[in-house]
């Protein structure tokens, strides 16, 4: 456990709507991950090419979520692990890890990241695997039943990409075409909007579910973005798609990735959130910036029954609410993503 915090238990018996309820009867905490900057964090350990993902975690929080969920010699999986910061922060601290990666250029960022932050002894701890995490039970066959954390950060449903300013303020559009979505590939989970991110996700929490030992933890890092006016609620999704797997849902952290200096937040944002917020605000929508993500901590059951009783009709309940945000089409607008 990271010092300091203590990790309250809970029965694993909530039901799958418990977001919606005002307290949630869940166990809360609040980490402030961004005491100094992204790029600072990154600076030395990560390689300069790891800029050019469109969506990465940031170290303090990946280092977090480790120490607090896992024991030194336990293994950690990233099923969309990006250019590895899971990895890389799991490794540093004692852990094992193994991370899936479909595309290749983050695989091989992500391998990279590992050489340049890790020592010898350490960098054996870790392996990176080309595959797609839809189908993580066959990639990780090898290992499944003794996962002892799952940690990741899925896509968020909206276009992402790495923001380009000067071309932007000259007319042309604000990401990069060759950043866009983590890849050129629409077949990608990136590019995945509506029905299809819902299904398609189901179905990694399905193989997550699946590789984890009884008793072993899921965390997801997500964030909840505006579009056309309206909050979309990928928290309240990632509960009801990972409770449909088999999961009870154990704990919700606030990541603040604002800086807490004699108490105030001081927010970290981006040309874009910037220029998005003040435009909402010009059109008379209350908006404010976004300064945290939503780690939702999940638990496999150790008993099999249990597990049942928890899969009631999340994927339902999860369209359902994409459909009340307007979220049932592609998002026209690049807004942030999960990612490594």
């Known amino acids: 456990m990271a010092p300091g915090y203590r990790m309250t238990t809970h029965a694993p018996s909530l039901p799958p709507t418990v977001l919606d309820q005002p307290a949630g009867g869940l166990p809360m905490a609040v980490w402030p991950c961004a005491q100094t900057s992204l790029p600072r964090q990154r600076a030395g350990r990560y390689t300069p090419a790891s800029a050019t993902h469109?969506?990465?975690?940031?170290?303090?929080?990946?280092?977090?979520?480790?120490?607090?969920?896992?024991?030194?010699?336990?293994?950690?999986?990233?099923?969309?692990?990006?250019?590895?910061?899971?990895?890389?922060?799991?490794?540093?601290?004692?852990?094992?890890?193994?991370?899936?990666?479909?595309?290749?250029?983050?695989?091989?960022?992500?391998?990279?990241?590992?050489?340049?932050?890790?020592?010898?002894?350490?960098?054996?701890?870790?392996?990176?695997?080309?595959?797609?995490?839809?189908?993580?039970?066959?990639?990780?066959?090898?290992?499944?039943?003794?996962?002892?954390?799952?940690?990741?950060?899925?896509?968020?449903?909206?276009?992402?990409?790495?923001?380009?300013?000067?071309?932007?303020?000259?007319?042309?559009?604000?990401?990069?075409?060759?950043?866009?979505?983590?890849?050129?590939?629409?077949?990608?989970?990136?590019?995945?909007?509506?029905?299809?991110?819902?299904?398609?996700?189901?179905?990694?929490y399905d193989g997550c579910f699946a590789v984890l030992r009884p008793g072993g933890l899921l965390v997801t890092v997500t964030k909840n973005l505006r579009r056309k006016g309206r909050v979309f609620d990928l928290a309240a999704i990632t509960v009801e798609l990972a409770t449909q797997a088999g999961f009870a849902y154990m704990q919700h952290v606030v990541a603040l990735l604002a800086a807490v200096r004699d108490g105030d937040l001081h927010a970290r944002p981006s040309f874009w959130q910037l220029t998005q917020t003040r435009e909402a605000r010009a059109r008379g929508q209350p908006a404010h910036l976004v300064v945290h993500e939503d780690v939702l901590v999940f638990t496999r059951p150790a008993e099999p029954a249990m597990a049942e009783q928890l899969r009631p009709q999340g994927r339902h309940r999860a369209n359902a609410r994409l459909a009340a945000a307007g979220h049932t089409d592609r998002a026209p607008r690049p807004c942030g993503g999960g990612g490594g």
């Open 54 to 204: 469109p969506a990465k975690m940031a170290p303090e929080l990946a280092r977090r979520i480790v120490a607090s969920y896992s024991a030194p010699g336990q293994l950690v999986v990233d099923p969309m692990c990006g250019i590895g910061t899971t990895l890389v922060e799991a490794c540093a601290l004692g852990r094992r890890a193994l991370g899936v990666e479909l595309e290749a250029r983050w695989a091989a960022l992500a391998r990279a990241n590992l050489a340049l932050a890790l020592d010898a002894e350490h960098v054996r701890l870790a392996e990176v695997r080309r595959g797609d995490a839809r189908t993580l039970a066959g990639l990780l066959a090898d290992v499944t039943g003794t996962v002892d954390l799952v940690a990741t950060s899925p896509p968020y449903a909206c276009d992402v990409g790495m923001i380009d300013k000067p071309a932007w303020l000259a007319g042309h559009p604000l990401c990069r075409r060759d950043t866009l979505n983590y890849s050129a590939e629409p077949a990608n989970l990136g590019h995945a909007r509506g029905e299809r991110y819902v299904a398609e996700l189901a179905g990694v």
